[in-house]
């Protein structure tokens, strides 16, 4: 059985950061598109952060570029989201999620429908 498990949501003032975890079991990622969606209250799920778990190729939102940095371990099937300098409108629900790779890390990234594997989610909240 397919799973993937967050950990590591929270509360976190501004300019804060917290670290997001994501372990996958029933399958191995070599061969998988793995990454960071978020959806905040009344908008709709987007792609934060993707890595191909073959090559290392990364995408990020252009409104997380410089402040976030998704890495994996491949000894340990999981994946990490390290989100520096937060903001107010980084508060979402984050959700770990992957795919058979099918297409560039960018494609996948940004369309959340086409991707069949998903987390719990794990609720970030950046406020003061």
């Known amino acids: 059985q397919l799973q993937l498990v967050e950990s590591g949501g929270g509360l ?6 917290l670290r997001l975890s994501c372990a996958a079991s029933g399958f191995t990622l070599d061969y998988y598109i ?32 410089g402040r ?5 371990d491949n000894a340990k ?3 990490y989201l390290q989100m520096n300098s937060l903001k107010p409108e980084d508060t979402a629900v984050y959700y770990c999620a992957s795919e058979y790779s099918w ?7 940004n369309i959340p429908q086409r991707i069949s594997y ?11």
């Open 12 to 17: 976190v003032q501004p300019g804060g950061s």
């Open 34 to 65: 793995i990454g960071w969606f978020r959806q905040a209250p009344g908008k709709e799920r987007e792609g934060v952060s993707c890595i191909s778990y073959s090559d290392g190729n990364t995408y990020y939102a252009d409104s997380v570029k």
């Open 68 to 72: 976030f940095t998704i890495s994996r």
């Open 77 to 79: 099937n999981a994946v």
């Open 103 to 109: 297409a560039t890390v960018q494609s996948m990234c």
């Open 118 to 128: 998903w987390g719990q989610g794990t609720q970030v909240t950046v406020s003061s």
